[in-house]
């Protein structure tokens, strides 16, 4: 079974905050935070905020950097999910431990601001069962089931507001729709890894692939147009004129190749050439045909040890 529950923000150390009732999208919420609350920024130091690609994406827009220059300044490494893929989380700052953008006027990057950050403290939970195969064969489906929830930490004061909005207001009030669509399926890759579990290693190469990828999008169009990708996939020359402009459009196309390259997902657009994959067949034939011929080898050698080693075959001393 997958699950994601605030999958951004780390809320692991006080799961006892998460209140136990699950909300839907007509459910009310009473909550309000402004500058005038008591606790104002209270939220903004010693969390960690897992940064999506698509978050990125945007606050490198923001702050007119290029990715690379953006890690280096405002993130730490962190894994993702507890499992072994590489991310980011924003870095807090060594002082005082707080947010990098924040000060005591509030978020310096407010319209820009994290998907961690819109999502609190109304949280969702999107469960999904691994399909599986009835008696006769047949696959089942596995069940999806999605709610929301309220996070109440005590030094947040917004509970105490009077403003009350159901869970669907409160999500389009914080822009978080727009976030769910940029973030699906790089949390589905997420998802995918935790349900294939430990037990199916992840190169350290495919690792490397799934960091830049989802981390330095100037990084991943070199290496589609400046590496040999090309003449190794077959993209429609629609798709291939869409991300060569559009950081959008090339974000998703990042999501499906990590999908197909990392768990054999298929897509109608983005084939490997037929080519490619005679060509490796081959390769792959010919290292087997090496590693019989060697074990042969290896066995024969042995056989002529033992032989050597039979009583009628010592020469008497
Ligand atoms: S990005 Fe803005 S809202 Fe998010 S933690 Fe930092 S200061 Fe607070
Ligand atoms: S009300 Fe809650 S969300 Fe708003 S600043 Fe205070 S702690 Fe943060």
């Not at 950097?65 to 280096?72: K, N």
């Not at 997420?190 to 990828?213: L, T």
């Not at 998703?252 to 490997?272: E, P, R």
């Amino acid at each position: 079974m997958s699950l994601a529950k605030e999958p951004f923000r780390s809320l692991e150390k006080n799961p006892s905050h998460i209140m136990p009732k699950k909300l839907t999208m007509e459910s009310n919420v009473q909550f309000r935070c402004h500058p005038g609350v008591s606790c104002f920024t209270a939220c903004c130091s010693a969390i960690k905020i897992i940064l999506t690609p698509y978050d990125i994406l945007i606050l490198c827009k923001r702050l007119g950097l290029e990715p690379h220059e953006f890690l280096h300044t405002y993130t730490a490494p962190t894994y993702l999910e507890n499992t072994d893929m590489p991310g980011v989380m924003l870095k807090m700052r060594e002082e005082d431990k707080k947010c990098p953008f924040v000060t005591p006027e509030g978020c310096t990057v407010y319209t820009d601001r994290p998907s961690a950050c819109r999502y609190y403290p109304v949280g969702m939970a999107d469960f999904h069962e691994a399909s599986s195969k009835n008696n006769g064969g047949e696959e089942i489906s596995g069940a999806d089931e999605k709610f929301f929830f309220v996070v109440k930490e005590d030094y947040c004061k917004g509970h105490q507001e009077d403003k009350i909005w159901t869970v669907g207001e409160w999500r389009k009030d914080q822009g978080v729709d727009v976030r769910d669509e940029m973030n699906r399926e790089w949390l589905r890759l997420i998802m995918r890894r935790k349900s294939h579990g430990r037990q199916a290693n992840m190169s350290e190469q495919a690792k490397r692939m799934f960091f830049m990828a989802s981390t330095d999008l100037h990084h991943f169009r070199r290496f589609i147009f400046e590496s040999s990708f090309l003449k190794t996939y077959i993209v429609p020359d629609y798709l291939v004129e869409q991300i060569r402009e559009d950081d959008i459009a090339l974000m998703h196309f990042s999501f499906k190749y990590l999908a197909a390259s990392l768990f054999g997902v298929q897509f109608d657009d983005l084939k490997i050439r037929e080519e490619k994959i005679r060509a490796k067949v081959s390769e792959m034939k010919t290292e087997q045909d090496r590693s019989v011929l060697q074990a042969i080898r290896q066995y024969e050698d042995l056989k002529s040890d033992i032989d050597a080693m039979k009583p009628e075959n010592k020469v008497a001393s």
